[in-house]
């Protein structure tokens, strides 16, 4: 059963809790798995973004086939995954040290960082679409390794997912990022 809450912090809206008001049950089903050339995710690079021509491959589980259709009409898609290769045993520290900052020693809050080990390790991806197929998605923009679980693909749409204006990105407007960004390279540099 389904219970709702209404605290002061949260603008009047209700906040749908479970019983136990912890555990979501939520099933998530793997669709598919992305097939690339990375297996160690220290030479992995940490974003999407910063290594845009590699490519790979999503190979989609035949139940999800249909799922594609109308997907071969869009550039970009977000790619979310299931980081299958983190640590397990609790919650991760709310506190870490990004890649991008190791240099510094600099610490953030989970929730204000891209990094792997979070509370649900759930990535999000931009990624260029190249080719679909009946039951594959060829793709560029790597940031995952080998083997790694996909849990949805969403279409990108400028209308919705851009911004209007410069919106500000806390900490990532301080540092550069470089396109050999992956954890060991960042790690080298410190």
């Not at 609790?90 to 990004?98: D, E, I, S, Y």
């Not at 919705?160 to 500000?168: E, Y």
């Amino acid at each position: 059963m389904l219970r709702y809450r209404q605290s002061s912090t949260d603008c009047g809206h209700r906040r749908a809790w479970h019983d136990d008001e912890m555990n979501l049950n939520s099933p998530l089903r793997t669709i598919g798995t992305v097939r690339c050339g990375h297996r160690d995710l220290e030479t992995t690079p940490i974003q999407a973004g910063v290594n845009r021509a590699e490519q790979a491959v999503i190979e989609i589980e035949p139940e999800f086939a249909d799922g594609l259709d109308g997907l071969g009409a869009f550039d970009y898609a977000w790619l979310l995954t299931w980081l299958h290769e983190q640590p397990s045993g609790g919650v991760p520290p709310l506190q870490q040290v990004p890649f991008l900052l190791r240099v510094q020693r600099r610490r953030m809050g989970i929730f204000a960082t891209r990094g792997p080990r979070r509370v649900n390790p759930i990535g999000l991806s931009l990624i260029q679409l190249i080719e679909i197929t009946e039951t594959s998605v060829a793709f560029a923009g790597v940031d995952v390794v080998d083997g790694t679980p996909v849990i949805d693909i969403k279409p990108y749409v400028t209308r919705f997912d851009r911004p209007a204006g410069d919106p500000r990105c806390g900490w990532f407007d301080e540092v550069s990022i470089d396109e050999r960004a992956t954890p060991a390279w960042l790690a080298s540099r410190s």
